[in-house]
């Protein structure tokens, strides 16, 4: 069983910046596509960025340039940087996996981390 545990989470002003970290248990990290999605109450769950174990990297449009998708293989750990953030990232941010090469990794979820951007 696969665990992910997001923290990073918090309130921010407009044009701020946050990093979200999400550590995983197991032995495979390093085989396992990790990405971040957000969900606003009210909005369905939508894809923010992926990264595959390559490095390969997808992003949603909405947070080209401004956000960063990275992982730590050694510490089973991916982040997520995101700079000049407005208020409409105010989301639950919620960490995903999948095994394999999966550019919108849906199989593991952690339990979300809220993201607020307000003045």
């Known amino acids: 069983q696969v665990q992910l545990v997001e923290s990073g989470g918090g309130l921010v002003q407009p044009g701020g910046s946050l990093r979200l970290s999400c550590a995983t248990s197991?032995?495979?990290?390093?085989?396992?596509?990790m990405g971040w999605y957000r969900q606003a109450p009210g909005k369905q769950r939508d894809l923010v960025a992926a990264i595959a174990p390559s490095g390969r990297t997808n992003y949603a449009d909405s947070v080209k340039g401004r956000f960063t998708i990275s992982r730590d293989n050694g510490a089973n750990t991916v982040y997520l940087q995101m700079n000049s953030l407005k208020p409409e990232d105010t989301a639950v941010y919620y960490c995903s996996g999948a095994r394999g090469y999966d550019l919108r990794p849906r199989d593991y979820w952690g339990q979300g981390t809220q993201v607020t951007v307000s003045s």
């Open positions: 197991g032995s495979i990290f390093s085989i396992t596509s």
